[in-house]
Structures are given as structure tokens and as C-alpha cells.
């Protein structure tokens, strides 16, 4: 029944899964408007001088400069100027009247620089031909500035392929930050030794660093968030902090205890931290000029690293586990940052996270690996732990729990503050005559059949404990306590009765029993249990006593009847001898 529900899940997330990767991936193709299609802009602008114009790599002069296009009303109508702007103010002219605008006022940590913003310009309905004149500004001398993926476009359709063309990258960083939070939750929740419980933080904040470093530019976040330059801002932040988990992860698995350098590293990582955010708060410098601090600490950090797997590596502190999961993900990190390192100082591109995301997805690939290998290894010592503690807590000859379980028991109540339960103490009656005279295989027996009738009588409502030879404890818990005791009393004696009658053993089984409440949080129940065992004892002398009365009369109505017949015995002898 389990497997085939198992089975039914598993297909139904499969369907899910499958579901999300078609909505993402196929096209919604349709006919009949007359917006459709785009005309691509990227070269058609010129400079004043009559020059082609590159707007991703614009010529300024005195930080200023102006480009311009020929724009058809009859071919674009219904179109929008569309294109995306890096780290530049402008605004856009038809015939020279202003139509659009864009100058950002940035506060706070985010600096002068927004980062990527996409726009869709609306143009004026008309026919003819006309001049579109773009004035720009450039908000600092950062080479990364200009316009990109500029065309005459649907404004909708434009901003559906921009956010379905970063799609792909916000899904994989997405996937990396929940996976990191998963490994932080675990790294907290999860019981295990203070070494493991760094490495599993460390990767955790690891993986959810990386994918805010990694996130989607223009289009994705702008349209998520709103604030283009808040998204690049964290990115900037996130990047900052990230060799602190790194660093800290690899100590870890490497055993390097040489603790000053680690604190030393860790250090001054947090004053480049400060030193950017009270520059970028009080306008004293831009995040941007003091980008070169975090990678020098980045590049720092990876000779740290590589020196301390190297000296782990050296002594045979890493283990064949670590050496096949830990260290290729953890270099493979690095490596990729170092290759988005160089290719922001010497590349032309943009996207300074490229190398980044593939480190990111081999890195959460691989430790997803060893992360499923380290919970199944758990899984299993904590199935062989429960099952060393059930062994450990439950009596071999009965089934129901033993003296240590009652003990355990026993601690827990007392933690509780509020209400009260019944102890319930037992006591098998003539065992020691069973073993003496028949063996100890019947008493055994004895003792399963007392056993089960307690099992059977109270388990619904309470726990059952074999504490001693013949010696059982039964708990009852809740605000009906007094009323299940009667009940299940009751029940007892009944499946007691009914098992003499059944099995016929040699001597019927009877159990005595005495019963004391106890109240939560009013000290310890040791008391409680006392007067139970008082009273219990107080039964069994009871029972004993009316045994000896029951037998007493027996013997006398015997030995009554006896007399009773040798009475007529008697009559009848003189009757039969009484002379004619």
C-alpha cells in the first residue's frame, strides 16, 4: 500500500517538474498582429560628425555625447524604442523634442552607479520619417557604460524575452540559494559534532552568497524588484562577504588550527566591509573605486586556501570523501571567481558572473552528492541509534518496556508542569511457587500472560512497564485518568479470568495492584510510587487473606459435609442393627 502511494507522489512530481521546464521553454507563437516582429537598432546610429556609432562602447567627450537614427513612422508604428542602459543618464529626442528622459537619483549605499535598467520608449503616432537623437551622460568613467539591445520592438514583447532570456540564470540561482538555506536550517537543526556543523554552515552560506552574486542584470530583477541598482548593490555585498565561508569551510575540513590566521583573514574582510559601506553612505568615495579591495582580499584568500588543502592534503587530514567531493567543488569555486576577476579588469563583457554561474552549478551538483550520501549515512545511524535504543528500553521476554524505559518515562513527566497522572504498580501473585515447583519455562509463561493482560487492558490509554521479576508499573496520563484506571481495572480482571478458563495454567494467574496519583511539577513522583507499592502490597495481603478465608471454608464445608454423612451413617447402621 505504502509503495504504491510512494510511486503515485513520485509521478505526480515528476508531472510537476516536467510542467515547469515546458512553461518555460516553449514559445506562445501567434498570428495576426500587427505589432509583431521587431526592427533591430544596434547599427543604425551615428555620431554627430556623420560617424557609426557604438552604443555599448559609446566615444564621450567631457562625459557627454549625442547619436542619432533615421526612424520611419509607417514602418514602426505601433513599435517602442526598446533597449537597455548601463551607468549612463539620457534623454531621447524625435526631431528634436524630448519625449523620454532618465536620470536616476541614487542614495545610500547604492552610489552613483544603477547598474543595468531596461526601457521601453513610447514614440508619438505619425507617418513620415523622422530623426531620434539619444543625449547621453556618463555617471562615472567606468568603462562597462552605454546602451545594448536596442530595437524597435512591441514593448511587451520585449520585456517577455527579456525576462524569459534570464530565466535559465534566476532558476539555477534560485535552486542554489534555497539548497544553501537548506544547508544552513540542517547545519543548525542537525545534532552532530562542532566541526560538521561549521562545514555544513559554511557551505550553506556558501551557495546562498553565490547565487546573489550571480543573479540576473536588467530585465529579470528590475522587473522582480524594481531597483536595478539594489540588485546590484547586493551583488557587490554579497561578493564582499563571500570569502568568509570559503575560507572558514576549508579551514574546517582541513583541520588547520592555526586559529590568528584564520581570524586574521576573517578580520579584514569585515573592515573592507565597513571601509565600503561608510564610503558609499557618506558619499566619500563610490563602491566602484573600491572594488579592487575585495579582490585583492579574493585573491589573498585563494593562496590561503590552496596553502591549507595543500598542508591537509600533506599530513592525510582529508578524507577519500572529502577528496572526491569537498575539494573539487570548493576549487572549482575559487577558479571560476578568479577567471570573472580577470575578465572584469581585461574583458569586455558585461556579465562578470559567467565563469561564476558554472562554478556555481558543478558546485551545487557535486555537494548535492555528498550532502544525499552524508543523510542517508545519517538516516542510517539514526535508524541503528533508535534501534539500539529500542532494544535498550524494551523488555526481551514480554515486548513492553523495561526499567530503563520507565525511568526515561519517568524524567519526561516531570518535566511537565501542568496536570497529573496515575501510577499503577503490579505484582504477579505466587510466582516463586510456579518456578519452584513447576520451572522457570511456566513462570516465564507467567509472566508473558501478565503482561499481555496489562498490554491489553491499558496500552490505549497508558504505558505499560515491567520494572522487576514480577514486578509491572503502568502509567496513565490525561484529565480522564480516574475514570480509565476503573475501566481498565475492570478490563483486567476480566482478560485475567478469561485466560485462567482458556489455558488452564497450573497455578491461575492473579495480579495484585495499587494505585497513587501524582501532579505535575510537585516534586518528584518517587513518593507517588511508593504509596502505590504500599498499596499494591495492602492488595495483596488482602487477596492473600481471602484466599486463606475461601480455602478455610472450603475445608470446613468439607469437612461440614463429612461429618454430615457420617451422621447418617450412623442412623442408618443403628437402624439396621435394632433387634426385631
Not at 38 to 49: G, I, V
Request: hydrophobic content about 40%; overall charge neutral; aromatic content about 12%.
Amino acid at each position: 500500500m505504502k509503495k504504491k502511494l510512494a510511486i503515485i507522489n513520485a509521478i505526480a512530481g515528476f508531472l510537476l517538474i516536467i510542467a515547469v521546464v515546458l512553461v518555460f521553454s516553449l514559445d506562445f507563437n501567434y498570428t495576426g498582429s500587427r505589432y509583431k516582429g521587431k526592427c533591430d537598432m544596434n547599427s543604425a546610429w551615428h555620431y554627430e560628425n556623420g560617424s557609426a556609432a557604438d552604443l555599448t562602447d559609446l566615444s564621450f567627450s567631457e562625459g557627454k555625447v549625442s547619436v542619432y537614427a533615421a526612424y520611419s513612422g509607417d514602418t514602426n508604428k505601433g513599435r517602442s524604442l526598446c533597449f537597455v542602459s548601463r551607468n549612463i543618464t539620457f534623454n531621447v529626442c524625435l526631431d528634436g523634442e524630448d519625449i523620454y528622459d532618465f536620470d536616476p537619483h541614487l542614495g545610500g549605499y547604492y552610489g552613483k552607479q544603477y547598474g543595468s535598467f531596461t526601457h521601453c520608449v513610447t514614440l508619438p503616432s505619425g507617418s513620415g520619417d523622422h530623426v531620434l537623437t539619444i543625449n547621453c551622460k556618463e555617471v562615472t568613467h567606468e568603462k562597462h557604460t552605454g546602451i545594448e539591445n536596442i530595437v524597435m520592438q512591441n514593448s511587451g514583447e520585449y520585456i517577455t524575452y527579456a525576462v524569459r532570456s534570464e530565466s535559465g540564470r534566476f532558476l539555477v540561482c534560485i535552486l542554489a540559494f534555497f539548497f544553501g538555506m537548506a544547508l544552513f536550517a540542517f547545519g543548525i537543526l542537525q545534532q552532530r559534532s562542532q566541526n560538521e556543523l561549521v562545514e555544513t554552515l559554511s557551505l550553506g552560506v556558501t551557495s546562498m552568497m553565490l547565487s546573489a552574486w550571480s543573479l540576473p542584470p536588467a530585465g529579470f530583477m528590475q522587473f522582480l524588484a524594481g531597483n536595478s541598482a539594489a540588485e546590484q548593490a547586493l551583488n557587490h555585498l554579497s561578493l564582499m562577504m563571500l570569502p568568509i565561508p570559503i575560507v572558514t569551510f576549508v579551514a574546517s575540513i582541513a583541520e588547520y588550527n592555526k586559529k590568528e590566521h584564520i581570524y586574521a583573514y576573517i578580520t579584514a574582510c569585515i573592515i573592507n566591509i565597513i571601509i565600503q559601506l561608510i564610503g558609499g553612505l557618506t558619499g566619500f568615495s563610490d563602491h566602484i573605486n573600491t572594488f579592487f579591495l575585495t579582490h585583492i582580499l579574493i585573491a589573498g584568500g585563494t593562496v590561503f586556501i590552496i596553502y591549507m588543502i595543500h598542508r591537509a592534503n600533506k599530513r592525510n587530514r582529508l578524507s577519500p570523501v572529502q577528496k572526491k567531493y569537498i575539494v573539487p567543488s570548493a576549487a572549482i569555486v575559487v577558479l571560476s571567481g578568479l577567471i570573472d576577476m580577470i575578465r572584469y579588469y581585461f574583458g569586455d563583457s558585461i556579465d562578470f558572473s559567467a565563469a561564476s554561474r558554472f562554478g556555481l552549478l558543478f558546485f551545487i551538483f557535486i555537494l548535492a552528492i555528498y550532502e544525499m550520501k552524508q543523510l542517508v549515512a545519517i538516516q542510517v545511524k539514526g535508524s541503528k541509534a533508535e534501534l539500539m535504543h529500542k532494544l535498550a528500553i524494551e523488555d526481551s521476554l514480554t515486548g513492553i518496556k523495561n526499567r530503563t524505559g520507565f525511568n526515561e518515562y519517568e524524567a519526561e513527566i516531570m518535566k511537565r508542569k501542568k496536570g497529573k497522572c496515575l501510577f499503577v504498580h503490579f505484582d504477579v501473585n505466587r510466582l516463586k511457587k510456579v518456578n519452584d515447583t513447576y520451572g522457570h519455562a511456566e513462570g516465564d509463561k507467567h509472566i508473558i500472560a501478565a503482561a499481555n493482560v496489562l498490554r491489553d487492558s491499558f496500552s490505549d490509554v497508558g504505558e505499560c512497564f515491567r520494572v522487576g521479576g514480577d514486578e509491572f508499573f503502568v502509567v496513565l496520563d490525561g484529565k480522564d485518568c480516574h475514570a480509565d484506571y476503573k475501566r481498565c481495572i475492570k478490563l483486567c480482571i476480566e482478560l485475567q479470568n478469561e485466560y485462567n478458563k482458556s489455558e488452564n495454567p497450573p497455578v491461575a494467574l492473579q495480579l495484585a495492584y495499587g494505585m497513587a496519583e501524582y501532579k505535575y511539577g510537585n516534586g518528584d513522583p518517587e513518593s507517588a510510587e511508593r504509596l502505590a507499592d504500599t498499596r499494591m502490597y495492602e492488595k495483596k495481603r488482602q487477596m492473600k487473606a481471602d484466599e486463606i478465608r475461601k480455602t478455610t471454608e472450603e475445608v470446613l464445608a468439607g469437612l461440614q459435609k463429612k461429618a454430615d454423612v457420617r451422621e447418617k451413617g450412623n442412623a442408618y447402621c443403628a437402624k439396621i442393627t435394632k433387634p426385631v
